[in-house]
């Protein structure tokens, strides 16, 4: 690390009434509610100085302190709803924090709560991702895509022709013939801390003109929307040690 962890703030959003499953970021998953694997794997990684929840539920920010977060955010209420982008509540969370400290953090970190399979190394891989290359902007993670744009996407038009979505140059006979592609996952983003207020870029304003990529294994990438996606990263994770192995 190229920082001291006084220098580090880790977001953790969690906002109540989950249309998909029904309160979901407190759900027992392995033991223990959703969102506490979040704020484990931040205080684990030793990179912050300051891990903040913010929420719109008591509830949720009462649950966040008892796991050990430093902070506990009340968002407005403009930013509590589901037409609400993510990066405004990140950086209410921010100045909110700010105010009550009187600090500044240079790297700001957000860990997605629907997320829990990440382990610290991607937390820190990431971070120094960002720290050791001046020339970054942000990072976000991601998974090698299981289909390519170039390949086995396509679209269909308002003429109802379907067309590649995108093209190359050249005839593609193989998939290992196309640039590499990736799924974001929304696990880790990291943000110089005057990027995140002053930069908005597309994908809900993190892709911009200098952003890396920290690339995370498919297992630990999966992002849980529904019953099925909880169900099954319950089953991978049990698997453990045994699946990582396997992979290996």
């Known amino acids: 690390m190229t920082q001291e962890p006084k220098q580090r703030m880790c977001t953790i959003c969690v906002r109540a009434g989950s249309k998909g499953i029904p309160g979901k ?12 694997h979040s704020i484990e794997q931040a205080l684990e990684s030793g990179a ?4 903040a929840v913010s929420s719109d539920s008591q509830d949720y920010l009462d649950i ?13 209420a403009e930013l509590a709803n589901d037409q609400a982008a993510k990066l405004p509540v990140i950086r209410h969370c921010v100045e909110t924090v700010e105010q009550r400290t009187g600090a ?3 790297t700001i970190v957000d860990l997605q709560v629907t997320s829990p399979l990440r382990i610290s190394d991607d937390i820190t891989g990431a971070i120094s991702l960002l720290e050791n290359n001046g020339q970054t902007e942000n990072v976000i993670t991601g998974c090698a895509a299981k289909s390519s744009p170039y390949f086995t996407i396509v679209e269909r038009k308002d003429n109802g022709k379907i067309y590649l979505s995108k093209s190359l140059d050249r005839p593609v006979i193989r ?3 196309t640039p590499d592609c990736f799924d974001i996952n929304g696990s880790v983003y990291a943000w110089r801390r005057d990027v995140l207020f002053t930069k908005d870029g597309g994908s809900d304003g993190v892709v911009l003109a200098h952003t890396a990529l920290y690339e995370m294994s498919e297992h630990r990438s999966i992002d849980i929307d529904t019953l099925l ?7 991978v994770a049990r698997l453990g040690d045994q699946y990582s192995r396997d992979q290996s």
């Open 25 to 36: 970021n407190m759900a027992d998953f392995l033991g223990k509610p959703l969102m506490a």
């Open 48 to 51: 912050f100085a300051v891990v």
């Open 64 to 76: 966040g302190t008892s796991y050990g977060a430093h902070h506990a955010v009340l968002r407005p």
């Open 104 to 106: 500044k953090y240079d």
């Open 175 to 177: 998939r290992q013939d």
């Open 229 to 235: 996606d909880f169900k099954f990263a319950e089953f």
